[in-house]
């Protein structure tokens, strides 16, 4: 399993993430992205990459669990 992680002061609202994973993140009425699901399971990890990967801000990572 991995956890999705934000870096909330980087995120700059851009909104591609909650278009590559609408069902783990969601950009609230302020524009602050609200992570809806961190623990990511085998099948929400494409989603979740694909989220990370188009961040222009690289302010999502996702980390192996320990």
Do not use: K, N
């Amino acid at each position: 399993m991995h956890h999705l992680i934000l870096d909330q002061p980087r995120c700059e609202g851009h909104g591609l993430c909650e278009e590559a994973a609408p069902h783990l993140l969601h950009l609230d009425d302020d524009g602050e992205l609200i992570l809806d699901v961190t623990d990511i399971t085998e099948t929400d990890f494409y989603s979740a990459e694909e989220a990370v990967r188009v961040c222009p801000v690289a302010a999502l990572r996702l980390q192996a669990s320990q």
